[in-house]
Each structure stands twice: as C-alpha cells, then as structure tokens.
C-alpha cells in the first residue's frame, strides 16, 4: 500500500495539452498544486497549473530536476520517451508507471500484450518492408489500413488500402517505418471504456460509451452507449482484464470495434483519460480526471454515477475557417456546456474544445449537442 499524497502537495504532469488542463482543474479544485512539464510555452495545461516547465524531454536534468519538486509524476501525452519517464522514475514515483507507456505507445507491443492476454483483436500482420507489405496483404487481403507502429494519433499515420495498386502508395504514406497492417473491419459501432484502477487494486469504470469517427478522428460521443448490455458488460470485462494486467494505478481507456457479426474486438489502449470520457466532468459523480488523481495519489476512487445521459460532440479547428464561432448561439442550449481548452492556433484537424449535452435520455442528448455544434457556424 502506498502513502497517500494529499491536497496541499504538488502533482507533475508531463504533457501540456487538453487532457492536462482538465486533469489540473480537478487536481486544483481539490486543493493540489500542479507542474507541467513539456517542450511549450502558454499550453492548455500550463495555462491552468501553478507551474509550466518548457524543456524538450530528451532533456533528462530537466526531467529530474521537474520529478524532484513534485510528490507524484502523472502524465497526458503518451508518447513520453521511454528515458524520459525513467528519469522522472528515479527522482519521484510515475503513474501509471513507465512499463506502461511502453507497451502501449507502440502498437507491435501492444497487440501482443493483448494477445497474451488473451484478448481479442483484430487480425493483423507486422510489416518492416515492402515485401512484408506484400506478403501480409496476401494473407488478409483487401481492404486493410496500414499504421506506423508508434507515434500515431487522430488517425495520423494511417493508410487505407482497398487494391494492390495502392502498395507503394501506402509504404510511403507511413514513410516505410515500422508499421502494422490490419484488416479494414465492416463495424457496427465504436465504443471505448475508461476506467480507473487504485494502487490496491480498486477498479470502476463509466460503462460502455458509443463513438463515432469522422476523417479518423473523433467526432462525438455518446453514454451510455446504445449497444445491448450484454456487450458492454463484456467489453468492461475486457477493460478489467487489461487494467489488472497491465497493473495501472491511473486512468486507462480501452476503445473497442464493434463488428457487423456482433464481436467485439480491442481497438487499442490509451493509459490515461480520453477524449470518449470527457464527458464524464458534466455528466458523473466523479469524473475521468479526477479518478486519475484520486487513483495517482493513493486516494480512494470516486463514484461513477451518471446525473444524466451525456454526448460530447468535438470542436476542431476546421469551425474556425470563417472566423471565430458563435459562442452566444451555443450557449443558448441551457444544458450544454462549452469547453475550450486555450489553443493559440485553430488548425484544420485540431482539437480545439468539446461541447457537452445533458438529457434525459442518450438520443436527446446526442441530437441536442448536434444541434448545438451546427448553430456555432
Ligand atoms: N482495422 C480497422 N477497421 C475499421 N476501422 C478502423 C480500423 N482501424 C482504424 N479504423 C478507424 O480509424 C479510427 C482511428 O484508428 P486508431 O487505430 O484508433 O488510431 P488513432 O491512434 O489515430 O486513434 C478508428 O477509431 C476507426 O474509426
Ligand atoms: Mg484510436
């Protein structure tokens, strides 16, 4: 059992996006002080946090020197370089810890941990070369997607391939890395899992919550997701098996496929808060960001009770194409809530904000915060 770090102490983040931000409004709401530590200035987090620590994080006495005032090391950006974390590790404890990040920041790794688990996937082959490529689409066929192996985010690094005239094409869309190629599923639907585990071993989750992609990024959300129960039990299952195996003290979401002959398949992991739960902060007791802080600070883990239905609906940089959006006309819809997490530059394709919709059921929910996001432009 670890110490408990308690309001007052100071909690280091690495990572200064949106999901550090909403961590440090949680962590400071409860009294914490929060760093952030990554290679920019005037951040979504650092704008919230009391301190912003701008270093690259190859810059390992910068990472120490971060560990060194701070009780406990989280981060929000999972691509944290592997020494990075090591370094933070010898000067305060990291959660999730860093074996953590490595499996899941690479997606070789992380499909064999997940079929060592035992858990079910969907079928893939790792490329390394042109002829792998070839010899892998031989055997899944058509269409695939190719992903480079690591450092893939909102559908970057990814190539659909429907014929063999698009091999080289592909190759060179993932800049003949190391990559996996997967077969392109016919789904039904997405859904993901968050869940949060304590360091004794405390599991909850916020039940199975319904995703929809546009352009590979995602789009909107929906919770409870409307799926039979019988696969959303199954998929918190699953999402119980990975958080056990993978011992995480923290937050991680499991995001799933839904096929058209009803199974259910692991998509991939995310060890920390994501996107599909930022709904969490209006709609339940306890939200995703404050599970994560409760569970990296020994604490015990909060209820995740719904108040209500909720769908999240995305806000990307693409709104801005005609200059700012109207936030009056959002703000008309009494149950919505706007979020905006402090980006500087509005690029097509960047999470820029979320919007949230409370009902009494999920399909109001979903059809107000549509409504919602249309009445902006
Ligand atoms: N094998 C696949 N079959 C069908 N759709 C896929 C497949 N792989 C990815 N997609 C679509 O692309 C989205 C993003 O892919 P994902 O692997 O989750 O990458 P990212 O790391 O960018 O989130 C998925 O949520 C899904 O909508
Ligand atoms: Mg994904």
Known sequence: MIAPILPGATIGVLGSGQLGRMFAIAARRMGYR????????????????????????????????????????????????APTAQAAAR??????????????????????????????????????????LDRALAELGYPTVLKTA???????????????????????????????????LDLDCEISVVAARGADGQF??????????ARH?????VAPARVEPKIAAEAVDMARVVLEKLEVVGVLCVEFFVARDGKLLINELAP???????????ACVTSQFEQQLRAVCGLPLGSTEMHRPAAMANLLGD?????????????AFP???????????PRPGRKMGHLTALNHDAEAAYRTVKNARASLL
């Open 150 to 184: 690591a450092f893939g985010y909102d559908g970057k690094g990814q190539f659909k391939i429907d014929s063999p005239g698009q091999i080289r094409e592909a190759w060179n869309a993932v800049q003949e890395q190391e990559s996996v190629l997967e077969a392109f």
């Open 34 to 81: 929060v760093h952030t530590f990554s290679p920019d200035v005037d951040t979504p987090t650092g704008q919230v946090a009391d301190v912003e620590v701008t270093a690259s994080y190859d810059d390992l006495d910068a990472v120490a020197d971060f560990a060194r005032r701070v009780s406990v090391v989280t981060f929000e950006f999972e691509n944290v370089p």
């Open 204 to 213: 909850v989750h916020f039940g199975a919550i319904e995703n929809q992609h």
């Open 319 to 331: 709104l801005w194409a005609n200059g700012e959006p109207n936030w009056l006309a959002a703000c």
């Open 217 to 221: 990024i995602l789009d909107l959300s």
């Open 91 to 132: 000067c305060a404890p990291v959660r999730p810890k860093g074996a953590i990040l490595h499996t899941t920041q690479q997606r070789i790794r992380e499909k064999s941990f997940l079929t060592k688990a035992g858990l079910p996937i969907t079928p893939y082959r790792e490329v390394r070369s042109l002829d792998d």
């Open 272 to 282: 920390r808060p994501h996107n599909s739960g930022h709904l969490t902060v209006d």
């Open 335 to 345: 149950d919505m809530k706007l979020h905006l997490y402090g980006k500087l530059e």
